[in-house]
């Protein structure tokens, strides 16, 4: 199995991320228990740091999201958008991320697929 770094945009910090071939392993434990927001934890449901918006890969796990905030909307070179671990139920204002490739929603709210169709180059 091959294994490349790559520059990761993220809201939290910026990081490398170790990339597989066919799959990602990322430093988070994907069996960690979300602890309940708190003022003094600063993560607050709903908020959405500052975003590079020339990044192709943008890293919104575990943000307590409760819905695609329409900053996203400005992501002029995105083609990876990972928004695993969040709360969100509707899967919305994506419809200009045209350069968009991969696109993650594991382990959200999200019971019906939609509003994905201009999203013509996902693989």
Wanted: aromatic share 4%.
């Amino acid at each position: 199995m091959l294994f490349e770094f790559k520059e990761v945009a993220s809201v939290s910090d910026n990081k490398d991320e170790l990339v597989a071939t066919g799959a990602e392993m990322n430093s988070e434990s994907e069996s960690q228990p979300d602890a309940e927001p708190t003022e003094s934890d600063g993560n607050e449901v709903g908020q959405l740091g500052e975003l590079d918006l020339d990044a192709e890969v943008v890293d919104l796990n575990h943000q307590r999201l409760a819905n695609i905030d329409e900053r996203i909307q400005e992501l002029r070179s995105v083609e990876v958008l990972t928004l695993r671990w969040n709360m969100i139920k509707v899967i919305e204002n994506l419809a200009p991320l045209v350069t968009l490739k991969e696109l993650e929603f594991y382990d959200n709210q999200i019971t019906v697929i939609e509003n994905l169709d201009a999203l013509v180059n996902l693989e």
